[in-house]
C-alpha cells in the first residue's frame, strides 16, 4: 500500500523536524508521502520547507492564508491533492506516536475496512497525553453524547473523536463533507456507513507547544455536532418536551386537586415515562427498533433508567423547594430540563442499540477471557 500522510499544522514549527525523523524511520522501505496543510502565523511554513529538503521522502506544504473551516477543512485539502487513495490523517504534536502507523497499514491491508481508527479507548489503548481530570472527563462525556448521537454509524467506533485514522479516500464523497473545527473523523464517520476497525493506542504528551483546544473549538464541536445530527435528537426534543409539558400540567392539577407536591410529582412522572416511551418507539427510534431486540425488553431498560432518574430527581426538587424555595412547578421544569441529556444518551446507547453490536462485542470479550488463547504482539 502506498500512502500519503495528511499533517494538519497551525504553530507546530518546533514538532516538524522529530516528526519527520520518526515517520522516516517507521516506514522505512515503503512508498509514502507527508502532505502538511498549515495554517500557521509564524515561521512553520518555513520550517517545513526546510525539513523537506533534509528528508529522504516526499514532503509536500500548503500554506493557507486564509483558513477555512478549521482543522477539519485542511484535513480536507490534504485529501485533495493527495497522489494515494489510502490517506493518514496525524496531528504534528507527536501525540499521535508515528510508530504506530504499521499497525493501522496492516489492519487495512486485510482488504475489509475503509477506514481504520486509532482509538484512545479501545482496550489497551490509553488517553494519557489529555491535559488533566478536566479535559480527560470532557473527551469523555463528548464521545458518549456523539455515540448517543449517532448509535449506528458509531456502533463499533470508541473514539470517533480522535484525530489520528487511516482512510480509504475513494469510500468518501469529498464535496459532501462540512468540516467545522477539530472533529473532522466525526463528519466522515456520519456522512456514511462505512466498514471500520480500531487500534488503540497511547495518546501521547506534547513533543513541544501549546494545545490549540479552545472554548471556542468546543463551540464549534457542538454546533457541528448539532448541524449533523439534528434530525434524530430534534424529534426527541420534541417528544421530551412534549412529555416535560404533560408532566407539568398533570403536577399542577393534582396540587389543585389536594396532593402534596411530592406523591404528584411521582404520578405524573411515571404517567409520562410510559406515555414518552410509545412516542420513541413510533417516532424517535422507528428506524431502529427491528435492531434492538423486543419491545419488552427495550421497556424494562427504558423504564428502569427513568424511574431511577426520577428517583434521584425528585429528592433533588424537594431540595430545590424546601432549601431553595424555588416553586414546585418551576423547580421540577429547572430537573426535567437537566435530566433530558441524559434520557437521550440512554435510549441511544443502550435501549435502541442493535442487537448484532451487543451479541458482537459479547462474543469478542468471551473470545478475549478464552483459556490458551494467545494474544500476538
Not at 71 to 89: D, H
Not at 177 to 196: S, V, W
Not at 254 to 279: E, H, K
Amino acid at each position: 500500500m502506498d500512502l500519503s500522510i495528511i499533517v494538519p499544522t497551525f504553530n507546530e514549527g518546533p514538532n516538524v523536524d522529530e516528526l519527520l525523523r520518526r515517520i522516516g524511520e517507521t516506514l522505512e522501505g515503503r512508498v509514502f508521502e507527508v502532505i502538511f496543510v498549515d495554517d500557521s502565523s509564524d515561521d512553520t511554513p518555513a520550517v517545513i520547507a526546510a525539513a523537506a529538503e533534509r528528508a529522504g521522502f516526499p514532503v509536500r506544504l500548503i500554506h493557507r492564508d486564509v483558513p477555512t473551516a478549521g482543522l477539519g477543512g485542511a484535513v480536507v485539502e490534504g485529501f485533495r491533492v493527495a497522489t494515494s487513495r489510502w490517506c493518514l490523517v496525524m496531528d504534528g504534536d507527536l501525540q499521535h506516536p508515528p510508530e504506530d502507523i504499521p499497525r493501522l497499514i496492516e489492519r487495512a491491508e486485510r482488504g475489509d475496512v475503509e477506514v481504520v481508527i486509532a482509538s484512545r479507548y479501545a482496550s489497551g489503548g490509553t488517553s494519557k497525553g489529555l491535559a488533566d481530570a478536566t479535559r480527560t472527563a470532557v473527551s469523555r462525556a463528548s464521545t458518549a453524547l456523539t455515540k448517543a448521537m449517532f448509535p449506528r454509524k458509531l456502533a463499533g467506533c470508541t473514539d470517533p473523536m480522535t484525530g489520528f485514522f487511516l482512510l480509504d479516500t475513494d469510500a468518501v464523497d469529498l464535496d459532501a463533507l462540512r468540516p467545522r473545527g477539530f472533529k473532522i473523523l466525526l463528519e466522515i464517520l456520519a456522512r456514511r456507513q462505512l466498514r471500520l476497525d480500531e487500534v488503540p493506542f497511547d495518546f501521547a504528551q506534547r513533543y513541544a507547544g501549546q494545545s490549540k483546544a479552545t472554548f471556542t473549538q468546543g463551540i464549534r464541536f457542538l454546533t457541528q455536532l448539532a448541524m449533523l445530527r439534528f434530525g434524530r435528537m430534534s424529534a426527541f426534543a420534541l417528544v421530551g418536551g412534549v412529555g416535560a409539558i404533560a408532566n407539568l400540567i398533570i403536577m399542577w392539577g393534582l396540587i389543585r386537586l389536594g396532593v402534596d407536591y411530592v406523591p404528584a410529582a411521582i404520578a405524573a412522572s411515571v404517567i409520562t415515562i410510559i406515555t414518552n416511551f410509545f412516542l420513541l418507539e413510533y417516532l424517535v427510534f422507528a428506524d431502529m427498533r427491528s435492531e434492538s431486540g423486543r419491545m419488552r425488553a427495550r421497556f424494562v431498560k427504558s423504564f428502569t433508567f427513568n424511574g431511577l432518574e426520577a428517583i434521584i430527581r425528585i429528592p433533588v426538587l424537594s431540595i430545590l423547594v424546601e432549601g431553595v424555595h424555588i416553586p414546585a412547578v418551576l423547580a421540577a421544569a429547572l430537573t426535567l430540563i437537566a435530566a433530558f441529556v441524559l434520557r437521550f444518551m440512554f435510549h441511544a446507547l443502550v435501549v435502541y442499540a442493535p442487537a448484532r453490536a451487543r451479541r458482537t462485542a459479547a462474543a469478542e470479550t468471551a473470545e478475549a477471557v478464552s483459556p490458551g488463547r494467545t494474544l500476538e504482539p
